[in-house]
């Protein structure tokens, strides 16, 4: 792993990126051990609910078993990974009978395709172009009280300590059941999405790692650091980093995929200012969460209006827009159709009590 690090750091990979220089790590920073060289054979017995594992240098292992091993399929590769709660093994199998999936060609169309729009607005964790917003679970913002104690109590511990150690076992479980309970969160939020019958799923191509970034430092003639909103940032960051919409949209494409779906990022530029109906520009600043159109007695919410346009940036109905002389200006048209049906759609939602 040390030679691959340092490999990807001089050379790069095959597309030509260089990661960044590799850190120092201990040994305990190594918790995955791979045998790639794994076989059927290293499989020495099958009793109920137990595997015997016969690894390298490690001898007959005991595992339990969460699925059994199918008929036809032969080892590839086993890992071993130390977690917070017990060490797990992951088995990698192949069967070459076994036919590629390959999903059957489908046109994007008005009908077969969602907009998804990501909301850190309250408890909304992501707004469907069908007039939907999904709750967030939110479960490092909602269950930090018993994890900043043990925090605390560790702090207080000398370091190489055993209470620190036993201290900071407690909290890596606690951030493991955080990370489980988010993990499962997502998954059932895609199962959901993609129940719906949908083929085409349009969301943002978020920019995480420039969303969570540190505000610049900001200093004076003499030196001294001056206010630059990283208190605020800060708590902004730490809601991201809890919603991990990165992780949310991976485990979308992975179930999507399975059901012969496709999820498409889009670029999200002037989604959330462009009125979904009428081509103007309306959300100007993101402290306006709802709109009230007087023409057609209509409250139209931000989000839900964001995820209408993505969808119709992945459709290619999107108008084009301009600066000129600092201010935007909309290019194109829509038809009559899709603005009826997209009015349709804000009325339902407008009806609709949000979950």
């Given at each position: ?54 690894l390298p ?82 479960p490092l ?9 043990i925090s ?204």
């Open positions: 792993r040390v030679d691959k690090a340092f490999e990807r750091f001089i050379v790069g990979d095959s597309k030509g990126g260089r990661s960044g220089r590799p850190r120092f790590k201990t040994e305990a920073d190594y918790r995955t051990m791979t045998f790639s060289t794994a076989n059927s054979d290293w499989i020495k017995l099958v009793r109920k609910n137990w595997l015997y594992i016969r240098r490690l001898g007959t292992v005991k595992v339990r078993m969460h699925r059994r091993v199918p008929d036809g399929f032969t080892v590839k590769q086993i890992s071993v990974t130390r977690k917070a709660d017990g060490w797990f093994v992951q088995i990698m199998l192949e069967d070459v009978s076994v036919p590629q999936f390959i999903p059957d060609k489908v046109t994007p169309s008005w009908d077969n395709s969602i907009g998804l729009d990501a909301v850190l607005h309250e408890d909304v964790y992501l707004a469907t172009s069908s007039g939907e917003k999904l709750p967030s679970l939110k913002r909602k269950n930090p009280a018993k994890l900043d104690r605390r109590n560790r702090n207080k511990r000398k370091r190489g300590s055993r209470a620190r150690r036993k201290l900071a076992k407690r909290e890596a479980r606690q951030h493991q059941k955080i990370a489980r309970s988010r993990q499962d969160f997502h998954y059932k939020t895609a199962h959901k999405l993609v129940k719906s019958g949908a083929k085409f799923f349009f969301h943002e191509d978020l920019n995480l790692k420039g969303l969570t970034k540190r505000n610049k430092v900001k200093q004076d003639d003499e030196g001294n650091y001056l206010p630059n909103g990283q208190s605020a940032k800060s708590g902004l960051n730490k809601s991201w980093l809890d919603a991990a919409f990165g992780q949310f949209f991976k485990t979308l494409e992975y179930i999507a995929e399975k059901a012969g779906s496709v999820v498409v990022p889009q670029k999200p530029a002037y989604t959330s200012m462009v009125l979904c109906y009428r081509n103007e520009i309306i959300f100007t600043d993101c402290g306006i969460r709802n709109y009230w159109d007087e023409q057609h007695s209509l409250i139209v919410d931000r989000d839900v209006n964001a995820a209408i346009n993505l969808k119709r940036l992945g459709l290619d109905i999107f108008p084009t827009i301009k600066r000129r002389s600092g201010n935007l200006s909309v290019v194109g048209t829509m038809d009559d159709s899709t603005a009826k049906e997209i009015l349709y759609t804000l009325h339902r939602a407008a009806k609709t009590p949000t979950s």
